[in-house]
């Protein structure tokens, strides 16, 4: 009798403990999707919640909250778990790591180009990155990969694909490949062009790294570990424009390579089995087959207004801690804008004009600098503002009022524009993506 009541009694105690357990996971779980509404309500009002570039999509159906994803991600708050399924917070953040892609062990997770709401215009190419021009192939920024990681990658799998497409190489062009732009993706299709022994020719409208070159010096290129190309495994964290930069020239000159810089692609066209390439500077070159491994920032959009082909007008910042005791004013309300303009107030004294009434996709730690410059004055931040006119030793700036402005230097930051001519000029399709899927099981 004594042994039954004791079994009663531990079985009791047992149960006990087992409800409680799941009363307070249950708890905690409704805590924490909370919390995570809460950030979700939050990055809609700071205009965070929508993606601008590649980013995840959930099936609920397939999720079943391991929090791998969550783990796997670089980036802070981009994905959170909300009733037991996970969800993005920050969308706008995602700078197409894929890592949350490739962690998912249910397969739940697709990686996706544009919204319903906000379609994304990018070249038409297959899984080998072949446009529909047979022989032109797309990598990196261009076709919707804009981080330093993915691009490398996507240019060192695009050449592998065109050393598998070249057969025996019998053509009459003088390269079997010839690489347009020598940023990551540029970089990484050069050093593999090297490895399968394909006469290769790079070509840059600018300088070596192509955008990354056009950050300022002091700027932090964020990214993590990548497979170089005849170089090898690549541990980068958290490092400066000019130790990427050495280490891309690092990797070329080990190899013996060079860059054709201040070479601008004009046109391309084809002829017989072979692509004529033209470029600005009134080089001609052919090539069997054609990478293009450009930027979509590649043209600076302008603002159209009166006086923006002065020389004080720039479209990028290279020197900050050069520039001292000037009347300047920075345009845009990106990354970009907002990060030169804090490298320029110390020594300066810097308007920031964007033509919204809040920054609708700055990083969190740009966000919470540029508003406590602001509060201390160290910036004289104005929304709502339009930049109107640009005179010799004066700007005219839009807002409540117009004012007529002492100013010396002009940065305008509005983007890119993807070089839609040059490419329809070239026969590529360009199609607006709205919520396609880039990477699914």
Same mark, same amino acid.
């Given at each position: 009798m004594e042994t039954l009541i004791e079994n009663v009694i531990v079985y009791t105690l047992v149960a006990i403990f087992c409800i409680a357990a799941v009363y307070f996971y249950v708890r905690k779980q409704k805590r924490d999707s909370r919390k995570v509404e809460a950030k979700i309500m939050q990055a809609k009002l700071d205009g965070m919640y929508e993606?601008?570039?590649?980013?995840?999509?959930?099936?609920?159906?397939?999720?079943?909250?391991t929090g791998a994803c969550i783990a796997a991600c670089p980036e802070h708050d981009i994905l959170g778990i909300v009733n037991g399924k996970a969800t993005t917070i920050n969308a706008s953040h995602c700078v197409g790591h894929g890592a949350c892609f490739h962690a998912c062990p249910t397969e739940a997770i697709t990686l996706c180009i544009g919204t319903e709401k906000r379609g994304v215009e990018l070249p038409h190419v297959n899984q080998t990155f072949e446009s529909n021009v047979s022989g032109i192939y797309i990598a990196g920024e261009l076709g919707g990969m804009g &981080? %330093?990681?993915? !691009?490398?990658?996507? @240019?060192?799998? /695009?050449?592998?694909?065109?050393? +598998?497409?070249?057969?025996?190489?019998?053509?009459?062009?003088?390269?079997?490949? &010839? %690489?347009?732009? !020598?940023?990551?993706? @540029?970089?990484? /299709?050069?050093?593999?062009?090297? +490895?399968?022994n394909l006469k290769t020719i790079t070509l840059e409208q600018d300088t070596l790294g192509g955008t990354v070159f056009t950050f300022p010096r002091s700027k932090i290129v964020m990214t993590s570990a990548m497979d170089l190309p005849l170089y090898g495994k690549v541990k980068l964290f958290e490092t400066s424009k000019s130790e990427l930069l050495d280490l891309w020239k690092s990797a070329l000159a080990k190899n013996s390579l060079r860059i054709h810089e201040n070479a601008k692609v004009e046109a391309i066209t084809q002829q017989g089995d072979h692509f004529v390439v033209q470029t600005l500077q009134g080089e001609s070159f052919t090539a069997h087959k054609i990478l293009l491994a450009i930027?979509?920032?590649?043209?600076?959009?302008k603002l159209d207004v009166p006086g923006e082909m002065m020389e004080k007008v720039a479209y990028r910042?290279?020197?900050?801690?050069?520039?001292?005791?000037?009347?300047?004013?920075?345009?845009?309300?990106?990354?970009?804008?907002?990060?030169s303009a804090l490298l320029l107030a110390p020594q300066n004294r810097v308007i920031l004009s964007y033509r919204n009434d809040v920054f609708n996709r700055l990083k969190p730690k740009n966000s919470e600098r540029i508003m406590e410059a602001a509060a201390s004055g160290v910036i004289d931040l104005r929304f709502k503002t339009n930049l109107r006119a640009i005179e010799k030793e004066y700007i005219l700036l839009a807002g409540e009022t117009e004012q007529r402005l002492k100013n010396d230097l002009v940065y305008i930051f509005a983007g890119g524009e993807l070089p839609t001519q040059f490419l329809q000029k070239a026969g590529i399709q360009i199609t607006k993506k709205f919520g396609e899927a880039i990477l699914k099981h």
């Open positions: 993606p601008v570039s590649l980013h995840p999509v959930v099936n609920p159906n397939n999720c079943i909250k &981080l %330093i990681k993915n !691009a490398v990658e996507q @240019g060192k799998q /695009a050449v592998e694909n065109i050393a +598998k497409s070249s057969g025996d190489k019998q053509h009459t062009a003088e390269f079997d490949l &010839l %690489i347009v732009g !020598a940023g990551p993706a @540029g970089i990484s /299709a050069t050093l593999t062009a090297k +490895k399968y930027g979509r920032r590649g043209s600076p959009r910042l290279l020197e900050p801690e050069e520039i001292r005791d000037k009347d300047i004013i920075v345009v845009g309300g990106g990354d970009s804008a907002v990060e």
